[in-house]
């Protein structure tokens, strides 16, 4: 069975950081991107940032571009998120999605998803 694990939110102050994790299992996915999601109560899924597997280019939303960074690790089977001067705004269920196109901003064209991590900004 394909997994991803999400992991490393919290609750933190505005302007504070945090780095999320998102471990896969069962398949690689090379020749795909993965991405990070997010969602707030009474909102859509949201695009907040996506990698290629394979060349690493990263791609953001506006509303974190210069603040938040999308990495990964081929070895481990893992992306990142670090999340820097955080704000209320960024407070939502922060969820993993893998099986991609390459630059996808849209929540219908990934094929895998974790269950979420909790990231609450306080003021």
């Known amino acids: 069975q394909v997994q991803l694990v999400e992991s490393g939110g919290g609750l933190v102050h505005t302007g504070d950081s945090l780095r999320l994790s998102c471990s896969a299992s069962?398949?690689?996915?090379?020749?795909?991107?993965m991405a990070w999601f997010r969602q707030a109560p009474g909102k859509h899924r949201a695009f907040v940032a996506t990698?290629?597997?394979?060349?690493?280019?990263?791609y953001y939303d506006h509303s974190v571009d210069g603040r938040f960074t999308v990495s990964k690790d081929n070895a481990k089977n893992t992306i990142y998120l670090q999340m820097n001067n955080l704000s209320p705004e960024d407070t939502a269920v922060y969820y993993c999605?893998?099986?991609?196109?390459?630059?996808?901003?849209?929540?219908?064209?990934?094929?895998?998803w974790g269950q979420g991590t909790q990231v609450t900004v306080s003021s």
């Open positions: 069962g398949r690689t996915f090379s020749g795909y991107a």
């Open positions: 990698i290629t597997w394979t060349g690493g280019r990263p």
């Open positions: 999605a893998a099986g991609g196109p390459e630059g996808s901003s849209w929540y219908t064209e990934y094929d895998y």
